[in-house]
């Protein structure tokens, strides 16, 4: 997951400073998904390991 992670904040650099059009909506969809999955993560994981981080 950091692997893809960096992989498109590379892609999303060379879109902001070089040439636009370098993402695809493919990647865009990708990115969506991907950032989807990352959260649920981070939830699951702060709830089962520090719930009350998510209820202050």
């Known amino acids: 997951m950091i692997a893809r992670l960096d992989a498109f904040r590379k892609k999303r650099n060379i879109s902001d400073y070089e040439r636009s059009g370098a993402v695809s909506a493919q990647e ?7 950032a ?16 009350k981080l998510l209820r202050e």
Do not use: I, T, Y
Request: charged share 35%; net charge neutral.
């Open 28 to 34: 865009a969809d990708e990115m969506f998904v991907l």
């Open 36 to 51: 989807r999955m990352l959260r649920k993560s981070v939830g699951d994981w702060l709830e089962k390991s520090h719930p």
